[in-house]
């Protein structure tokens, strides 16, 4: 790798603190014997790492690197460019767009003029090529690996079938060689692929069922022999850090890769069963966690009421909703919504799952007793300007988050009840008083996730009477059909394609803060807030139905209709 940069490369790894002034000398006194790139002489002299020198030059240079020994490749990638291309070149392709017409390669110059055009040369028209920095002997490693074995997931499982495995080599992080190692790697792969929020490996009494959790449903992926697992879950330990040796005892490890030319992590679970260890592997795709908060599917006057809930300097906004409900997305859309240099962003979360710039992360630790109610009390201390608390779960956390909060900060925090006007019952048990709730909520988002009608195979469809009742249509606003999910090639067959939110927005004000200090009922808070143009879950699930991005069926799955169910009956 060279540097194509006005300072020469020797000075610039040494302003890097990667070599020193003696180790160049004797670098360049080789390179006039020799006339070998720079670079390439200091790996061989073993001054620098392929993998220091890479990293020093993409800093220098704004390119960005890739770690190819933490990198998974995608087949679709690799079709598109012939093996010989590939080596005489020093490229390996990692990610390809066919709908963009998007291929992403590494490669050891990224101003490579001539193998770049010979690459264009080869794909369709108007492909666009995007380049990431890595070592020239990384990328033939590399390029021997995938170009040299099966990577498809029923060929590699054909070879496991076919072949013998040697399970003591599985503890080796190189041994590509091996079936098992590949069929990880593709089935990581093909999760991210494919959208998937988790994926499931659950040993059964004589077999192993594999499930991706896709748009917030599980759907069977795969059914391996029993005797595949054993292979497998060391292989995933061994990625994650996990103890191999222990399989009574749940684990939690973590894996960073570079999936189909992205930073993608896994959150790795093994839990310990009757018929072996289950293992579940939460996808943290940093490229689709954080949305714009435009894109977050609100209605015009949601938004506004968010923005102006933003708006606030000082208070707490609470978000509300089970568990994949969508909450840490919204949270880190707001973050990244404010984050600016003006102001200091602290987080405290369990664990950490989108790394973000300028934003300061910390993860609970059991083993540094770090727990939330501590991690505020330090974080008061770093002169924040906005807190984020992962969770409230007791009283002590509670209070801490409230004090933040009076004293000048804007925190944001998540709390587990059934709706936001639930928020209020449920700080109470908590042990809030409500002086101190009055005047600190600026304001509470409960929200849900839905599975959106597919827009290449969706259906319209004339709606039942119950269902006109249901949607509080009149005969002054008729609404003439519905669509339905039928399923296509392009959403597996299932009729929906992607997830949205839902969501209910209660902003506090004088009048709700009076009712919260003088305790009143559930019944009273929810009137004055529906006198201020509060609107529920169900009825912006409906709004949603009426534009033909649901149905009522995918909404009946996440939101309790059954009260407007009855209402409709009678």
């Known amino acids: 790798m060279n540097a194509p940069h006005h300072q020469p490369l020797g000075q610039l790894l040494i ?8 180790q160049l000398r004797i670098a360049l006194h080789e390179q006039s014997r020799s006339n070998l790139a720079l670079g390439k002489l200091l790996v061989q002299l073993g001054f620098v790492t392929e993998a220091a020198l890479r990293d020093a030059l993409s800093e220098s240079l704004g390119k960005q690197g890739v770690d190819l020994a933490r990198a998974i490749a995608d087949p679709d990638a690799l079709a598109q460019v012939p093996e010989e291309l590939a ?21 050891a110059d990224t101003d490579d003029i001539v193998a770049l055009d010979k690459l264009r040369s080869i794909l369709p028209e108007e492909t666009q090529v995007d380049t990431l920095l890595a070592g020239e002997n990384e990328i033939a490693h590399a390029i021997d690996q995938y170009y040299g074995f099966e990577l498809s997931i029923d060929g590699i499982l054909t070879e496991i079938e076919t072949g013998e495995i040697d399970y003591r080599s599985l503890a080796a992080s190189d041994q590509y060689d091996q079936p098992i190692v590949r069929l990880i790697d593709a089935l990581m792969a093909d999760g991210v692929k494919r959208d998937a929020s988790d994926i499931h490996f659950e040993p059964e009494a004589s077999f192993l069922r594999i499930r991706y959790r896709i748009d917030g449903l599980l759907r069977q992926i ?45 959150r790795v679970s093994s839990q310990p069963t009757i018929h072996g260890e289950n293992v579940v592997l939460r996808i943290l795709d940093r490229q689709k966690g954080i949305v714009p908060l435009d894109r977050l599917g609100l209605g015009d006057s949601q938004l506004e009421m ?16 089970p568990t994949g409900s969508g909450k840490t997305t919204t949270l880190y859309s707001i973050l990244n919504h404010i984050n600016s240099e003006g102001i200091n962003i602290m ?3 369990d664990p950490v799952e989108y790394p973000m710039p300028m934003i300061r992360q910390t993860s609970v630790s059991e083993a540094t007793k770090l727990d939330f109610a501590n991690g505020i009390r330090s974080m008061m201390r770093q002169d924040p300007d906005v807190i984020l608390v992962g969770e ?18 804007q925190v944001y925090a998540t709390l587990h009840t059934n709706s936001a006007i639930g928020v209020i019952p449920r700080l109470f048990d908590i042990g809030i008083l409500p002086d101190i709730m009055a005047g600190n909520i600026i304001g509470v988002v409960a929200q849900r996730l839905v599975r959106k009608l597919c827009p290449h195979c969706r259906r319209q469809r004339a709606p039942e009477p119950y269902e006109l009742k249901l949607l509080g249509v009149s005969s002054e606003r008729p609404v003439h059909s519905l669509y339905e999910a039928v399923g296509c090639p392009a959403c597996e067959q299932q009729g929906y394609k992607g997830r949205m939110a839902i969501m209910e927005l209660m902003r506090m004000d004088a009048d709700i803060d009076e009712l919260i200090a003088r305790r009143a009922t559930y019944r009273e808070v929810r009137n004055a807030a529906r006198a201020k143009g509060f609107r529920t879950l169900a009825e912006d699930g409906i709004r949603r139905v009426m534009e033909g991005q649901t149905t009522l069926e995918e909404l009946a799955r996440v939101v309790d209709l059954t009260e407007r169910m009855f209402s409709a009956e009678l």
């Open 222 to 266: 795969r059914v391996l022999h029993k005797s595949y697992w054993s292979a497998m879950a060391v292989r995933i330990k061994v990625m994650a850090g996990l103890n191999i040796a222990e399989t009574r005892a749940p684990q939690d490890g973590r894996i960073s890769l570079n999936v189909r030319g992205r930073p993608v992590d896994f």
């Open 15 to 22: 302003t890097h603190g990667v070599i020193t002034d003696d």
């Open 392 to 409: 409230i779960r007791d009283e002590e956390t509670a209070e801490m988050a409230f004090r933040a909060s009076m004293t000048g900060h």
């Open 306 to 321: 968010l923005k102006l809930m933003i708006a606030r300097p000082e208070g707490i906004i609470l978000f509300t909703g």
């Open 347 to 349: 987080t405290l979360e």
């Open 87 to 107: 080596k005489r070149h020093r490229l390996l392709p990692l990610r390809w767009d066919a709908e963009a017409r998007r291929l992403t390669v590494a490669i």
